[in-house]
């Protein structure tokens, strides 16, 4: 069960991560193109950022300490 869920979380916090690096190269280009006058999207990202990857970064923290700690505790139940 312990397994299936860990596996489960990781492949869910895989897909996490791949929406924030996408979020953040988006973010990366927008931010140029509205430097230089050019519309990449700019306002479309930021509109996005509360909905969207805000709790996406949330959900990847969260996941991560979850799945730390998770293997930490099982860590302590097989050593005893």
């Known amino acids: 069960m312990k397994e299936q869920f860990l596996t489960w979380l990781n492949r869910l916090l895989v897909a996490d991560v ?22 990449l999207g700019f306002d479309i990202w930021y509109k996005l950022w509360q909905p969207l990857f805000n709790p996406a970064l949330g959900i990847l923290f969260l996941g991560a300490i979850l799945s730390w700690l998770i293997n930490k505790v099982s860590e302590k139940l097989e050593s005893k």
């Open 18 to 39: 791949f929406l924030v690096i996408f979020g953040f190269l988006w973010f990366a280009i927008a931010v140029v193109g509205h430097y230089l006058g050019v519309p």
